[in-house]
């Protein structure tokens, strides 16, 4: 079934498990004093506005060597080989090379050699975008075993200067291994897209530059376009990106439920893209259940866009937070915009 701006998945066919998470972190911790040496800016205000205390920085590490370590970790805990996947599917904005892809790098350093591997882009939701993808593709039997992976080297793209972007991101990946089960795994998922607002939240492309365009330019003078211009690093209106996620992500929420039959209450815990803890805790207000049950690490780690969601899944299952049968709800949000949840069954 399908309804405008948001796709409803089919729930009649195999049953799809999460069997295995695992995350990459760069070696180095960025506090947020440290970034008043480069901006003008302190750690009360990033702590209060956005509940960040510091953040992971890659120095020497690729984004294929984090996406890496993130897979190597998920496989273990699934206790499956690379060899074993049919499917690598990595989300991300900032691949090492744009050919080869992000997941061709991973399968090679992996040896996932009988895996089919894309990348896909959707910013912060990427993850979940890319786990309904490994998902569909497990469903319709078109493969047994799948990895996916939310991996982002943000500092890349970050303008180091702009003291009101660069306090908040981090670099990270995080990864889930995917699998045909016999019990219940993912419930549903819901995703949706409000490409009107994408301006929001902007990277520029390398900018289109060839002979017959220069030569279109020199008969006929500058070419005009619907295009913004956001500049070569990541552009954001905080506000709107604020206001966008503190009304799609209870919708999104609440559509889970009406779609699996639960209430608010049945859920253990919620495990939202780490972007700002005043956005989790206007969402925990606005759905009407315990902060308690909002799971926070983005004072450790900043918002590591598609990464931070199974990043916080590595942590709560290492902290023994995550027992058979608990029900979890992710939510991730962001650049398109889009946003994207799931209610999953540990
Ligand atoms: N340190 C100190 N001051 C800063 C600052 C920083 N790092 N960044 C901005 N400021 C200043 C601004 O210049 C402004 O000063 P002014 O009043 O003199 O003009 C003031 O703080 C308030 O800025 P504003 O942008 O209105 O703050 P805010 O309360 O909206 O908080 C965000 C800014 C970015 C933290 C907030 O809008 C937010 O979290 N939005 C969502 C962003 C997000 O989650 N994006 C990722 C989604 S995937």
């Known amino acids: 079934m399908i309804e405008r701006g948001t796709i409803f998945c089919d729930n009649n066919m195999a049953e799809v498990k999460i069997i295995g998470f695992g995350e990459g972190i760069p070696k180095r911790c960025v506090s947020n004093d440290a970034l008043t040496t480069l901006v003008d800016t302190n750690d009360e205000w990033i702590r209060s506005r956005t509940g960040i205390q510091q953040r992971y920085i890659a120095t020497d590490e690729t984004l294929t060597d984090l996406c890496t370590q993130a897979a190597q970790n998920a496989l273990e805990q699934a206790g499956i080989t690379a060899e074993q996947l049919d499917l690598v599917i990595v ?3 900032t691949p090492d090379l744009a050919l080869p892809n992000a997941s061709c790098m991973l399968q090679k350093s992996i040896g ?3 895996a089919a591997c894309f990348d896909l882009s959707a910013a912060c939701s990427g993850f979940m975008y890319a786990l309904n993808t490994a998902r569909m593709y497990i469903k319709g039997g078109a493969a047994k075993y799948a990895l996916v992976v939310g991996g982002e080297i943000l500092s890349k793209i970050i303008d180091w200067t702009d003291r009101s972007t660069c306090v908040l991101f981090g670099d990270g990946a995080g990864a889930a291994v995917v699998a045909k089960s016999d019990e219940p795994g993912i ?14 939240l902007m990277l520029e492309e390398r900018p289109s530059d060839n002979p017959f365009r220069r030569q279109y330019i ?17 552009s954001m209106n905080g506000q709107e990106v604020f206001k966008f996620a503190v009304k799609r992500v209870p919708e999104c929420i609440f559509k ?4 699996t ?3 608010v209450e049945d859920i253990d815990y919620y495990v939202l893209h780490q972007a700002n803890l005043r956005i989790l805790s206007c969402v925990a207000k606005k759905i009407g259940v315990s902060y308690d049950k909002f799971y926070v690490n983005l004072d450790k780690y900043g918002n590591t866009s598609a990464a931070s969601v199974p990043i916080a899944l590595v942590e709560m299952s ?8 608990m029900k979890v709800i992710m939510v991730g949000f962001g650049g ?7 209610l999953v069954i540990i």
């Open 261 to 263: 039959g639960y209430s």
């Open 218 to 234: 020199e008969e006929n003078g500058a070419i005009e376009t619907n295009l913004p211009s956001a500049g070569s690093f990541v």
């Open 336 to 342: 398109g915009l889009t946003w994207g949840g799931g």
């Open 318 to 325: 290492k902290k023994g937070m995550l027992k058979k049968g």
């Open 256 to 259: 889970i439920l009406e779609n």
């Open 91 to 93: 989300a991300t904005l």
């Open 112 to 114: 996932a050699v009988n």
């Open 187 to 200: 419930l549903d998922i819901v995703l949706g897209t409000d490409g009107a607002k994408g301006e929001a």
